[in-house]
């Protein structure tokens, strides 16, 4: 009992401030908010508990275990594998703390390789997942009827279903009775549901280039514009940002017409930047609008104002109550107005008659004069005597953010990385668009989330891994073992950096979220090794054995901390199913960090304590 009692108090110190480091690192984790903090939230919750738990299990259930279940002599037997681990371990473990200058300067400059090529690697907020279905949002001209927006949807549908990866098409046009998603007739979701890949007429075809195959086929149908995109995809990025779109370049002012010739110009400059796809400016005008403009001179001819004419307008087109219809206890307004055809016939309205008796009649005066002219009176001219009337163009929407008016260029990406896509995408706007004042430019979209979670992340890790190096300190009650421990950090992110460019993929909130966890596991594993490095140090071992022997002795537990780790994450990192794409990040970071971890505890973090202790002067 005693033997256990004594072995469960030198290992309670080491183990408590093992998983408070592990816990504290979880804490940019938990200030992630938004769509970030709903998917990493419960994984790290669940770590979180799990450690606490395996805390209060180690010091509690496991010694009570070991006295009543453990008697006699135990012996420390290694199997085959560890001793020939072993063997080839100790000679690269003498050839390092030999050349450990060699080895520190080969570190540091891996750490300096690795941080360049962060400069140079994509961005993106998270990683894209392969829903297997397509939305295809059509858009066509304002004022597109709905009869009309129907047939040419029926004529799309018609040159997509033949397609044989395509397993069937459905559309929603316009508002529903409950308006959740209200889009006028000439907006269009189409909704393209994929067949299982094994039955495709290539299995291994990329979705790639079935996206460039439909878009071959749709381009040719006139009179539509489209974004591809995915279902879950859209909604998401609609949520979060208000577009549909990877990007969104908004731009403010007060006058549309500037507002939609800075977007066409900007659209120009975004088709020209590679990745783009589906460019498209927000559609403020082209709605077919009725003009009537009153010619005053002419109205003062005939005797008539303004007012006269608008209140024939609105008889005319609106409608105006005379009265009401009683059936049994139901009531019916009466309306007087133009039946339909002659409402939407432009030439029946300039032939609208308009009395001109009911605005003179009452003015004695202007009766003389106008009868003096040979008008009579008593009759009626046409609407297009005293009014210009054509067909405009008119506003589809006006748009406001934040009180400003507001006209947006949205983008796709496609076969490229978002931070860099829209670094390449304001370089050209700053350069080649000159903004007028009182108007300026804003990028939204995921890019949006990507740099609000970026901002977030850059004062809460500094901020923990100060902690982390506190707590560091009031462990070894040192700062150069903490420092050394401390190192680390940067190795292991080397690592993940490495396996991130060897599989091409670029950095994300998911790849972030893999270093976090990694920085706490390459820490405690240099916790593990120089505790005992240090403890053959107090029992008068000479620096040369006791790192040595503090090395091999603790070559077991830091291969095991690494592989246990590394092999859970390998189904990660490999998984191919529905949803993999986002965990792929987190689990490359975390296996390449490990490698590049473990080879720094086992080789650079011995030379590290040999240099640092051997110039303090106390080479044993």
Request: proline share 5%.
């Amino acid at each position: 009992l005693e033997i256990v009692r004594d072995a469960t108090q030198e290992v309670i110190r080491p183990s408590f401030f093992g998983v408070i480091i592990i816990l504290i690192v979880y804490i940019p984790i938990f200030s992630l908010q938004g769509i970030e903090g709903k998917m990493f939230h419960p994984m790290a919750f669940t770590v979180v508990m799990a450690l606490l738990s395996a805390l209060i299990l180690s010091i509690t259930v496991v010694p009570a275990a070991v006295a009543l279940l453990v008697s006699g002599k135990v012996a420390d037997k290694e199997n085959i594998l560890m001793r020939g681990l072993k063997k080839i371990y100790k000679p690269a473990l003498k050839w390092s703390l030999a050349n450990s200058i060699p080895v520190v300067v080969l570190a540091t400059g891996l750490v300096i390789v690795a941080a360049i090529q962060t400069t140079r690697m994509g961005t993106e907020f998270l990683p894209s997942l392969d829903e297997g279905d397509i939305a295809l949002h059509a858009l066509r001209i304002p004022g597109t009827s709905l009869s009309q927006a129907v047939e040419m949807q029926e004529q799309l549908e018609a040159a997509i279903r033949p397609i044989p990866e395509v397993s069937s098409v459905f559309t929603k046009i316009g508002t529903a009775e409950v308006a959740t998603d209200p889009m006028p007739p000439s907006v269009a979701d189409t909704f393209i549901i994929m067949k299982p890949r094994e039955q495709w007429p290539d299995p291994q075809r990329p979705k790639a280039d079935f996206i460039k195959e439909l878009e071959n086929i749709i381009t040719r149908i006139p009179g539509n514009r489209y974004e591809i995109i995915q279902p879950i995809e859209m909604r998401f990025n609609e949520l979060i940002s208000g577009v549909r779109s990877d990007l969104a370049v908004k731009i403010y002012g007060d006058d549309l017409e500037i507002l939609s010739t800075l977007a066409e110009e900007v659209a120009s400059l975004i088709e020209a930047v590679p990745g783009a796809s589906d460019v498209g400016v927000e559609q403020t005008t082209g709605l077919p609008m009725l003009s009537i403009e009153p010619d005053r001179e002419r109205l003062a001819y005939y005797g008539l104002s303004v007012d006269r004419l608008q209140r024939t307008l609105r008889t005319a087109v609106g409608g105006e109550k005379i009265g009401q219809i009683f059936e049994g206890d139901r009531r019916f307004d009466l309306v007087v107005i133009l039946d339909e055809p002659l409402r939407s016939n432009i030439e029946a309205i300039k032939r609208l008659p308009i009395s001109l008796a009911s605005d003179i009649q009452a003015d004695n005066l202007m009766v003389s004069n106008v009868m003096a002219r040979g008008v009579d009176v008593s009759k009626t001219i046409p609407l297009g005597e005293v009014a210009d009337i054509e067909i405009i163009e008119g506003p589809n929407q006006i748009s406001r953010e934040n009180g400003k008016r507001r006209i947006y260029v949205t983008a796709n990406v496609r076969d490229r990385d978002l931070g860099t896509f829209v670094r390449d995408v304001q370089d050209a706007v700053s350069s080649s668009v000159e903004i007028p004042a009182g108007y300026w430019v804003d990028y939204g979209g995921t890019f949006e989330q990507l740099i609000s979670a970026s901002k977030r992340f850059s004062y809460i890790i500094p901020l923990t891994l100060l902690v982390i190096f506190i707590l560091l300190v009031m462990t070894f009650n040192s700062l150069r073992d903490a420092a050394l421990v401390f190192t680390g950090v940067p190795l292991a992110l080397t690592g993940g950096i490495a396996m991130l460019t060897i599989r091409d993929m670029p950095l994300s909130i998911t790849a972030a979220v893999g270093f976090i966890a990694l920085s706490g596991i390459a820490v405690l594993n240099g916790v593990v090794m120089l505790s005992f490095i240090r403890d053959l140090r107090a029992q008068g071992v000479s620096l040369q054995l006791a790192v040595m022997d503090g090395a091999v002795t603790r070559l077991r537990p830091v291969l095991m901390t690494a592989l246990t780790d590394i092999l859970g994450f390998i189904p990660m990192a490999i998984n191919i199913g529905t949803g993999a794409e986002v965990q792929r990040p987190l689990a490359t970071v975390v296996i390449g960090g490990l490698i590049s971890s473990t080879l720094l505890t086992l080789f650079v973090l011995p030379a590290l304590y040999k240099i640092i202790h051997y110039e303090r002067g106390v080479e044993g």
